[in-house]
């Protein structure tokens, strides 16, 4: 089990930034994956970027050269450095660990997200 708290969020205009923090009720050395998803209202939720034990990094395509993660493994803490924010990017963010048990099954935890807001 895994419990995940993010903080960070909030209100900002177009082109500003924001760190998103995610911290772990364990050592994150041992998750397998850690990420954001977003869900604005009337989409689906959507991966934003998740770090892999090893550094392997994936983003979406609409956040590529603006967002950064990032992993604390001393502070079982997981960042999302936003820079060049746009009004698009408005959603609840949504923190995310992957822990497999085997080599096919796994489980995924989930934060209770935090609103991040931008405007025009």
């Known amino acids: 089990q895994v419990q995940l708290v993010e903080s960070g969020g909030g209100l900002v205009q177009a082109g500003g930034s924001l760190r998103l923090s995610c911290a772990a009720s364990r050592k994150i050395f041992s998750v397998n994956a850690m990420g954001w998803y977003r869900q604005a209202p009337g989409k689906q939720r959507e991966l934003v970027a998740d770090?892999?034990?090893?550094?392997?990094?994936t983003y979406a395509d609409s956040v590529k050269g603006r967002f950064t993660i990032s992993r604390d493994n001393a502070k079982n803490t997981v960042y999302l450095q936003m820079n060049s924010l746009k009004p698009e990017d408005t959603a609840v963010y949504y923190c995310?660990?992957?822990?497999?048990?085997?080599?096919?099954?796994?489980?995924?935890?989930w934060g209770q997200g935090t609103q991040v807001t931008v405007s025009s």
């Open positions: 770090i892999r034990t090893g550094g392997m990094t």
């Open positions: 995310n660990a992957v822990i497999y048990s085997d080599s096919v099954h796994f489980t995924q935890y």
